[in-house]
């Protein structure tokens, strides 16, 4: 992410995806029921009587073709035509993302008797260019499962005629602007992969597409609501796509020279780091986009000096995850970072850097990375580079680990039934071990003839509720 220069307007931006949806809740009263006939098979045991278990003969599927649509602004929709011998229990859609492990399982509506339509509408923002894999899963009530054929869709954003131009690994997408334009954005790109991947010791081999919006208003109608105001530049690595506002007049400004370079950045960063553990700090890759894109500048080095002077520099740590949204912080989050990196680089030397970002490829910690590279822990090279700039310990603010209290009192000591042994203070109570009372003979313990007689009532009780609900509930459906 590349936070836009002051100058330029400000407009929101949002890498979104498909989430699960919570399944239909049941009704109350069902849910009293199977409560109620849960407890009761529990007090029986295991050596009562329960009823016999009614399986079902697997239903025999056959699928149609699957199809989806929709495109950017619009809701996706997903169907799937089947048919099935009996009503399943439930049917699903099942959507990927390429590049990502994890699959999202989704309730569909189902319509129709004998040949029935699964249906799902998906109003989640999904930025242009993510393609979607999907496919549904019909379970039957026995719990077999049938599987229908495999689909994909790839949201498109058709507000504007795109042209596209492709270079050895850069596609570029854009609508305004002549081919000089198109050629030297390609270009920069081109070499940026290439210098970022020599210097990560990785190797990029797929394309990596590029849309060029000419304005906020068509960024922000891409990337969607609901994040930071600030930017003028995304990347998402798991569908290798950048994102990025320059107006083909500023084609040969410093700002193409860097805003390409710092976004292409993030997915050769993503190469190098990429494990299903552990995520490198967000410090580390902003801080390695803006050194590589544009170094520690003079006016990042100022935002870095004020804050040590009026003593509102922010910690690596709470830089680990998204940036803070007040404009001056987030700009200070960004100078934060390639101070950090620029230090890194000047205390340990380059090779150091690279070592560190490479070793995340192996799902290490934060701390056995840092210290694998720096021969310290993150508080370690934390302190350091708070002392190469100057900066006190920053104060801490939020939730604190509340202080040990005392011991309450009957808590010293170390006989059965007390607390955990613990010195005894000034004038604490002698206390003795509290002894359970042993069992009467014919008292209602377990066992004995007056708790069977309880246990009775209690099953009885159950029982006749259990059937008073079912009842209610038949009514209900009728």
Avoid: C
Wanted: hydrophobic residues 40%; negative net charge; proline residues 9%.
């Amino acid at each position: 992410m590349r936070p836009m220069r002051p100058m330029h307007p400000m407009h929101p931006m949002n890498p979104s995806s498909v989430r699960r949806r919570a399944p239909s809740p049941v009704r109350p009263r069902t849910l009293a029921t199977l409560a109620a006939l849960a407890l009761l098979g529990g007090l029986l045991g295991p050596t009562g009587l329960r009823p016999s278990p009614v399986v079902a003969a697997s239903a025999q599927v056959t699928f149609e073709q699957p199809s989806a649509s929709g495109r950017l602004g619009a809701a996706l929709v997903f169907r799937q035509p089947f048919s099935a011998s009996s009503a399943p229990a439930r049917v699903e859609l099942l959507t990927q993302v390429p590049g990502e492990a994890t699959t999202l399982v989704t309730p569909a509506v189902v319509t129709g008797r004998g040949s029935s339509l699964a249906t799902v509408t998906d109003e989640e923002h999904v930025v242009p260019n993510t393609t979607i894999g999907y496919r549904f899963r019909v379970v039957a009530a026995d719990g077999t499962a049938s599987l229908g054929p495999s689909g994909s869709i790839t949201v498109t954003d058709a507000r504007y005629s795109w042209h596209t131009l492709v270079g050895k690994l850069v596609r570029l997408h854009w609508y305004d602007g002549d081919a000089t334009f198109a050629q030297k954005a390609v270009r920069i790109g081109d070499d940026a992969v290439a210098r970022v991947a020599k210097l990560l010791g990785v190797t990029e081999t797929q394309p990596i597409d590029f849309f060029i919006y000419d304005s906020a208003e068509g960024l922000d109608g891409a990337l969607g609501p609901g994040t930071s105001e600030f930017v003028a530049g995304q990347a998402i690595p798991s569908i290798r796509t950048l994102f990025a506002e320059i107006d083909p007049d500023q084609i040969d400004s410093d700002w193409v020279s860097t805003v390409i370079p710092h976004e292409l950045t993030h997915l050769v960063f993503d190469t190098a780091t990429h494990n299903p553990i552990n995520a490198p700090p967000l410090w580390l890759n902003e801080g390695l986009a803006v050194y590589e894109s544009e170094g520690d500048d003079a006016a990042d080095q100022g935002r870095v000096r004020a804050a040590v002077a009026n003593g509102t520099i922010m910690p690596l740590t709470s830089l680990e995850g998204p940036f803070p949204e007040r404009q001056d912080l987030f700009y200070l989050s960004y100078a934060e970072a390639v101070s950090a990196v620029d230090y890194l680089v000047t205390a340990y030397g380059q090779p150091k850097l690279v070592a560190l970002i490479r070793s995340y490829a192996g799902g290490v910690t934060d701390d056995e990375a840092f210290s694998s590279a720096t021969g310290g822990d993150v508080a370690a090279f934390q302190a350091a580079w708070l002392g190469h700039i100057g900066a006190a310990r920053p104060t801490a603010y939020g939730p604190l680990q509340a202080p040990p209290g005392a011991t309450p009192p009957g808590w010293e000591g170390s006989g059965a039934g007390m607390g955990p042994a613990a010195t005894p203070g000034p004038g604490a109570p002698s206390v003795a071990p509290v002894q359970a009372p042993s069992q009467a003979p014919g008292s209602s313990g377990s066992g004995s003839p007056l708790g069977l007689v309880v246990a009775v009532i209690v099953l009885a009780v159950l029982f006749g509720a259990g059937l008073l609900l079912i009842r209610r509930d038949r009514r209900a459906a009728r």
